[in-house]
């Protein structure tokens, strides 16, 4: 077995868990009454491009990202200081799974045209996976692929 739990010339299909267990479980979430002023203060100082809004009782009503604020502010100019983040959020359009591959989430992300995934387990939301994340974790599959290629040709 390797680090990325395949046998030698297996293919690897590495799993959200498996890029959420290395990168952390840390979840950052928006309440559905901040402000958009706030939202954005918020996204910028925590370096997230997007964050789950949620209501009073945790459970996922949007996502709202640093594209959505922008197209508001490209809308209404100045006037975004009285909108908050019901107002401004998507709807829920696309999740995945701790089990989802790499390959699924890409897949998924790209026939939705998200850069920002929730992660959901029975029914919770529990992380969030962005493009980045599995464009890193893709890139480390690639070249741990290439690696035991040339030590197998050259042994």
């Known amino acids: 077995m390797n680090r990325f739990g395949t046998k030698c010339g297996e293919t690897i299909m ?11 479980w840390n979840l950052i979430t928006l309440r ?14 925590k370096r997230i491009g997007a964050a789950p809004v949620v209501d009073d009782n945790g459970r996922m009503a949007g ?12 809308e209404l100019g100045n006037d975004i200081t009285t909108r908050t983040a019901a107002d401004v959020m998507t709807d829920l359009v696309a999740f995945c799974t701790p089990e989802s ?8 992300m790209t026939n939705k045209r998200c850069r920002h995934l929730p992660v959901f387990e029975n029914g919770a939301l529990v992380a969030i996976v962005s493009i980045g994340d599995l464009v890193k974790a893709r890139l480390e599959e690639a070249e741990f692929e290439v690696a035991s290629l040339r030590a197998y040709i050259t042994s």
């Open 101 to 108: 591959t790499i390959l699924d989430a890409m897949l998924l």
């Open 14 to 24: 590495t799993t959200i868990r498996q890029i959420l267990d290395q990168k952390g």
């Open 32 to 45: 559905l009454d901040q402000m958009i002023p706030e939202v954005a203060r918020f996204l910028s100082a």
């Open 63 to 74: 996502m709202l990202s640093e594209r959505d604020v922008m197209r508001l502010v490209g």
